[in-house]
């Protein structure tokens, strides 16, 4: 497909936001290119298939939640697969917990209210704590008065255990925060988003998400394989020749923009994911049921996929995806201990697949975080950034921005 010589506006990076922008430029009758330096769409958000498994590039959670996902994605066509919305957890002492939301897993409530993991007095601040975040409309959460996570669950009084065996694993595996440092506005919207919305996989893997957004757009609109080296008012210098446009978009991660850009918008800190995957042929579990590991070891959640999706294993084996902190992927000795003690089950034979490391998996969204949780996206002479750097470090954050600096660079272009 031939790069064109001028559209209205250039789109760099076909992640979630950029072709969240595209669509809605093309959707105003705008002409839209998007230049991607990859030999696919999705960024961060991507699946390959491994001896005919599907592998994510890096353990991602759908949450049917979100309403820029909602107001953009066909969620049906993507044959969602749900967990169980709960967790088991591993205690210090070995002992495996078993909890899950009671208004959606009914059969779990006794066993979920008798569980001595958290207690009378925790379950009902986490139930505070939701009630909360169903009641603050979400504009007010986002301008809310900020602190680090840490400090406000310490504030609702879940320092301690509830912070330390649940909530600490299960929010460093979905920010990649070791020290729960991110914003108390994000975490808000988050504990939002899992009090609403189905934890999922689409059956076709992670990657159907932005295949269905790229489908969508106008034929021939995304240019694969066409890095952009340099950027300036009215052009972008790709690999394979320069485009002019009206409006520049930059939807690439937060550190490439601001290489891009040259400091006009600060690299982001950001926090790295790793995650291991195992084939398996008797899993350790029936449930498609996060497991958490409540006694700090560096396995911050473990899965069986396919309890969940059974499509992500191509015959009767199972996918077993778990994820640590950082870059640094466990050595094989030290993986295995840590899952026969997470699981409570031999796991010697299990296979090992692939490695997914994500050094720059999500921008840091740490206090002082912007009123609104918008950081500016017009740089003015039609140069506009988007991504999640510049609103939230998900698949809304990612979506909205796409969407909101897509119609700022539209107003620019009305305005002449
Ligand atoms: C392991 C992992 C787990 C996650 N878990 C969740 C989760 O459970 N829930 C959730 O909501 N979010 C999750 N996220 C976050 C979510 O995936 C991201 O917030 C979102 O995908 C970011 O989209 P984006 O479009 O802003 O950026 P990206 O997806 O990074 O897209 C940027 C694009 O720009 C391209 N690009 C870069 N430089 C150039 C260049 N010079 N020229 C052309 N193209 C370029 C890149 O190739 C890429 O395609 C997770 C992320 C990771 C990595």
Redesign the pocket.
């Known amino acids: 497909m031939s790069l064109p010589d001028a559209v209205d506006v250039v789109v760099?990076?076909?992640?979630?936001?950029?072709l969240r922008a595209a669509r809605t430029v093309a959707r105003a009758g705008r002409s839209v290119a998007v230049?991607?330096?990859?030999d696919g769409v999705?960024?961060?958000?991507r699946t390959d298939v491994v001896d005919g498994f599907l592998v994510d590039r890096?353990?991602?959670?759908l949450?049917t939640s979100y309403p820029a996902l909602k107001a953009t994605i066909d969620l049906d066509a993507l044959d969602l697969r749900p967990f169980v919305p709960g967790a088991a957890v591993r205690d210090p002492d070995g002992r495996l917990h078993r909890l899950a939301d009671p208004r959606r897993v009914p059969s779990w409530a006794p066993r979920t209210a008798l569980d001595p993991l958290l207690g009378p007095v925790a379950k009902a601040r986490i139930a505070g704590l939701a009630l909360r975040s169903l009641l603050v409309p979400p504009s007010r959460q986002a301008r809310a008065p900020e602190r680090s996570t840490a400090d406000e669950l310490a504030r609702w009084g879940l320092a301690g255990v509830p912070t330390e065996a649940f909530l600490r694993p299960f929010l460093n595996g979905?920010l990649g925060d070791r020290d729960l440092e991110t914003s108390s506005r994000v975490f808000s919207l988050f504990w939002r988003s899992f009090v609403l919305g189905d934890l999922t996989l689409p059956s076709r893997g992670i990657g159907a998400l932005p295949t269905q957004l790229a489908a969508r757009l106008p034929a021939g609109t995304v240019h694969l394989e066409t890095?952009?080296h340099r950027v300036a008012p009215g052009v972008v210098e790709t690999a394979r020749g320069p485009v002019r446009a009206g409006a520049v978009i930059l939807?690439?991660?937060g550190t490439?923009a601001a290489e891009?850009l040259d400091g006009r918008v600060p690299a982001p800190r950001t926090f790295a994911?790793t995650?291991h995957y195992h084939v398996v042929e008797d899993p350790p579990t029936r449930q498609a049921l996060l497991h958490l590991d409540g006694a700090g070891g560096p396995i911050v959640n473990s899965l069986v996929l396919t309890n969940a999706a059974p499509s992500y294993s191509p015959d009767h084996r199972h996918l077993v995806q778990s994820t640590v902190l950082g870059t640094e992927p466990l050595g094989d000795r030290d993986l295995r201990r840590e899952l026969a003690r997470l699981y409570g089950a031999p796991v010697g034979a299990w296979e090992e697949l692939a490695t997914v490391r994500?050094p720059r998996?999500?921008p840091a969204a740490v206090p002082p975080t912007p009123a609104g949780l918008q950081h500016p996206v017009d740089l003015g002479d039609g140069l506009f950034v988007a991504?999640?750097h510049r609103d939230t470090?998900?698949?809304?954050?990612?979506l909205v921005s796409g969407r909101r600096t897509a119609q700022a660079a539209l107003a620019a272009l009305s305005r002449g």
């Open positions: 760099v990076g076909a992640g979630l936001a950029g230049c991607e330096a990859g999705g960024g961060r958000v890096g353990f991602q959670i949450n979905v890095p952009v939807a690439t991660e490439a891009l994911l995650t994500v998996a999500l991504g999640d470090p998900s698949v809304q954050g990612a």
